[in-house]
């Protein structure tokens, strides 16, 4: 079942092998390693059944993680539905500068805006339980997802608001801003593809894809403490246009970093008005 099924995924996921293992260890309700324990387990009509069911899905080029309704991220395990957008492993350095740029015993409030599944907020959030952090998001659906995942988890130290970017805020003063927020240009060839499943909103952002961009950097200024930072992840050729829309709108200390392809991916800027 195993080869066939990878035969069939070959021409429409570029892993094919480890999706047909993760679609029957699903459907057996058994850990991956459990398919190479029992290499000769005879499956019942109903699995195989099940399984093909699953495959099926898979070759319309359905993402694994709705078929199976998790991500991992950040080594904890999420929820995820097509109101959300699943989870990407570049995200994670996102997550890394974070921690790495505040102090960690320090009582830090933190705003994730645009939470989605609220991966970055609760990948924080499990890092640093003595953080206040804001999960903001404008769709009432992704909020119920990143609600969900906060409790599986038993993560608590997490507020969740819906709203548009900043305006869902309660209060200002916050030691950071993050966000992952949409910086695909509306006419990129890969949109449509990509949207197929996935939801728009939280993918494209104009016609050079910097629309949502722009808002955060205007008004995460007006909730930030002096010296308070805005880290923003962005297409990997968006850095130059990111780091001048920091400076035009006078943040400071501006640096961009690459994920682990050498892609620029995460800007950061410190808000110093004086």
């Given at each position: 079942?195993?080869?066939?099924?990878?035969?069939?995924?070959a021409?429409?996921?570029?892993?094919?092998?480890?999706?047909?293992?993760?679609?029957?260890a699903?459907?057996?309700?058994?850990?991956?390693?459990?398919?190479?324990?029992?290499?000769?387990?005879?499956?019942?009509?109903?699995?195989?059944?099940?399984?093909l069911?699953?495959?099926?899905?898979?070759l319309?080029?359905?993402?694994?993680?709705?078929?199976?309704?998790?991500?991992?991220?950040?080594?904890?395990?999420?929820?995820?539905?097509?109101?959300?957008?699943?989870?990407?492993?570049?995200?994670?350095?996102?997550?890394?500068?974070?921690?790495?740029?505040?102090?960690?015993?320090?009582?830090?409030?933190?705003?994730?805006?645009?939470?989605?599944?609220?991966?970055?907020?609760?990948?924080?959030?499990?890092?640093?339980?003595?953080?206040?952090?804001?999960?903001?998001?404008?769709?009432?659906?992704?909020?119920?997802?990143?609600?969900?995942?906060?409790?599986?988890?038993?993560?608590?130290?997490?507020?969740?608001?819906?709203?548009?970017w900043?305006?869902?805020?309660?209060?200002?003063?916050?030691?950071?801003?993050?966000?992952?927020?949409?910086?695909?240009?509306?006419?990129?060839?890969?949109?449509?593809?990509?949207?197929?499943?996935?939801?728009?909103l939280?993918?494209?952002?104009?016609?050079?894809?910097?629309?949502?961009?722009?808002?955060?950097?205007?008004?995460?200024?007006?909730?930030?403490?002096?010296?308070?930072?805005?880290?923003?992840?962005?297409?990997?050729?968006?850095?130059?246009?990111?780091?001048?829309?920091?400076?035009?709108?006078?943040?400071?200390?501006?640096?961009?970093h690459?994920?682990?392809?050498?892609?620029?991916?995460?800007?950061?800027?410190?808000?110093?008005?004086?």
């Amino acid at each position: 079942m195993l080869n066939q099924a990878s035969q069939q995924l070959a021409t429409s996921s570029e892993s094919p092998r480890l999706d047909a293992e993760l679609l029957l260890a699903y459907t057996l309700d058994k850990p991956r390693g459990y398919l190479y324990a029992n290499p000769e387990l005879n499956l019942s009509t109903q699995q195989i059944n099940n399984f093909l069911k699953l495959l099926n899905r898979r070759l319309t080029q359905e993402p694994i993680a709705y078929i199976l309704g998790y991500k991992e991220f950040y080594s904890i395990d999420l929820r995820v539905n097509k109101n959300v957008l699943i989870p990407r492993p570049e995200t994670e350095l996102l997550v890394e500068l974070v921690l790495a740029k505040l102090e960690s015993q320090a009582k830090i409030k933190l705003a994730d805006l645009g939470t989605g599944s609220g991966a970055i907020a609760l990948a924080i959030a499990y890092k640093r339980p003595n953080w206040q952090i804001f999960a903001t998001d404008k769709s009432t659906k992704a909020l119920a997802v990143a609600k969900n995942n906060a409790r599986r988890l038993s993560i608590q130290n997490i507020k969740f608001l819906q709203g548009n970017w900043c305006h869902a805020l309660p209060f200002r003063n916050l030691n950071a801003i993050v966000s992952n927020p949409p910086y695909i240009c509306k006419h990129d060839s890969h949109l449509q593809k990509i949207t197929k499943f996935e939801p728009t909103l939280a993918l494209a952002a104009g016609e050079a894809g910097l629309q949502h961009i722009k808002t955060i950097i205007k008004q995460a200024k007006k909730f930030l403490i002096t010296k308070g930072l805005l880290i923003l992840e962005h297409g990997f050729d968006q850095g130059n246009k990111v780091r001048q829309l920091m400076d035009d709108q006078k943040y400071t200390n501006i640096e961009t970093h690459q994920d682990l392809a050498g892609y620029e991916r995460v800007t950061i800027g410190y808000w110093n008005p004086f």
